[in-house]
């Protein structure tokens, strides 16, 4: 995927799960004041985009992500590492 094709794919699954307007996500857009998020909605974001990566993601990197250009660097490098083959993170997804 472009890093174009994963910034629509995260401003899209912000927009449908948290009625968000799409026009409003920038990638400078910070996800806990100007989006509104909360932890709860960022477990949320983490499991889909599980879906975009195919890789369960570490949750010490996840706590890190401020904006939503620093959730698109995410996404690049956890393709990147699912491609690689590199091994999954060993902890658990929240609520499994």
Sequence with gaps: MTREEILSSVVEILAD????????IKPESTLYEELDLDSI?????FVQLRDLTGRRPD???AKLIR???ELVNFVE???AAAERGDPEPDVPMPGS
Aim: overall charge negative; charged content about 50%.
């Design 17 to 24: 799960s948290f009625e968000l307007d799409p026009d409003e």
């Design 59 to 61: 949750p010490e990197k």
């Design 67 to 69: 904006t939503v250009d």
């Design 41 to 45: 909605d960022a477990v949320d974001i």
């Design 77 to 79: 490098e956890e393709i």
